[in-house]
């Protein structure tokens, strides 16, 4: 930009051509269970252990987690409104999503001592952040490279894995599109690609339920 921009100014004759490099690849993080275990059980503080607890099942962005409040937490439907009425510009990811056996009962001892109408809070005010917090029970638990958004994806795959439909997945990560969700957790379905598989079978058994030739 600075030699296109001292082109113009006349203080060149012609900026050379840069070739931009290769965007890196993103780095596929996720955790398995046992690790989503072992972050909850390192996370020494309530709030930071409360929002692992809403990340991964809930499988909610952090802002959305963080915004979250308690008549958006409806116990007697079962259900958490991650949808913020006060943002008046759409945000990506939010959902109502269903409040499974783990985390009420989490909810329901976080609403017991609640000092705020924010779910995460600490020391009677709201948190905007558990990157620190995060940082250091991931930390303990011996765990690198994990961020907040690792709970988001690994919830995907758990999901994907145990047979949940990419339809249900897509709503329940609030994606205003399946293609996003196909594209990146369809290859962790444990019948991903299987019929396709079995369409290039050419050993006897193969062959003989094919009468012993395939179609052109």
Known sequence: MVLVWAQKQGLIDRAPYIEKPAKPKPV???????EVRALMDAATLPHVRLFIEL??????????????????????RGQ?????PFLKSPHKGRAVVPMN?????????AKEGALTPFVIE????????VKRGFA???????????????LRR?????????????SEVAQYLGHTSEK?????????????????????????????????????
Do not use: C
């Not at 600490?122 to 952040?129: I, T």
């Not at 196909?182 to 598989?197: G, H, N, P, Q």
């Open 28 to 34: 596929d993080k996720f955790l398995t269970r046992a």
């Open 55 to 76: 990340a991964i099942t809930t499988g909610g962005r952090s802002g959305a987690l963080l915004d979250l409040t308690w008549d958006r937490v409806d116990f007697e």
């Open 80 to 84: 958490i409104d991650l949808r913020n």
């Open 101 to 109: 056996r783990t985390l009420r009962g989490a909810l329901l001892v």
């Open 122 to 129: 600490w020391a009677g005010q709201r948190v905007r952040s």
């Open 136 to 150: 250091a029970s991931a930390k303990r638990a011996g765990l690198d490279h994990v961020s907040p958004h690792t």
């Open 154 to 166: 690994s919830a995907a795959r758990h999901m994907v894995e145990a047979g949940v439909s990419i």
């Open 180 to 216: 996003v969700t196909f594209s990146t957790y369809a290859k962790f379905s444990l019948d991903y690609l299987k019929r396709a598989a079995a369409a290039l079978e050419y050993d006897d058994l193969a062959m003989a339920k094919r009468g012993g030739h395939g179609r052109d």
